[in-house]
């Protein structure tokens, strides 16, 4: 529930979706899909407990990978999903708290066809109850 409330809010979002549309997905771009994109992927996910068992909230950390076909456009779709992810806090999310970025380009052999990325890392403190 957590994933569908994340990619939720960044369809919700009119900065992101003018950039992207609705290429927002969990996993891998759609082969055959015009960029630019964005990636969701979860890196850790940890339900809290006590003593007593669960608690009801978990703790994750999300990479959102903003890729576009040049590095402006990737670096402003990682602006848009920064102001639209750090902070925020609605629904089953408690806080989702902007962590770190990082730069790169995806490998392959044809240049040209090799999208620019934007990796932003997201803590999302969320209920799981």
Known sequence: MM????????LATASVTAICGTRINWGAH???E???????????DVEGHTLAGPNGVAHARVQ??????????AK???????????????????????A???EGREGGSNEADRPF????DFF??????
Not at 34 to 44: A, E, F
Not at 64 to 73: L, V
Not at 76 to 98: D, I, N
């Open 3 to 10: 994933e569908e409330e994340l990619r939720a809010r960044l």
């Open 100 to 102: 770190d970025a990082r």
């Open 76 to 98: 402003r779709l990682a602006r848009a999903v920064r102001a639209a992810l750090g902070g925020y806090r609605g629904g089953l999310l408690q806080a989702v708290l902007f």
């Open 64 to 73: 959102i990978d903003c890729q576009a076909d040049s590095y402006g456009a």
């Open 124 to 129: 999302v403190h969320y209920t799981t109850t």
């Open 34 to 44: 015009p960029w630019p994109g964005v990636i969701l992927r979860v890196i850790s």
């Open 30 to 32: 759609p082969q055959g």
């Open 117 to 120: 990325r934007v990796s932003l």
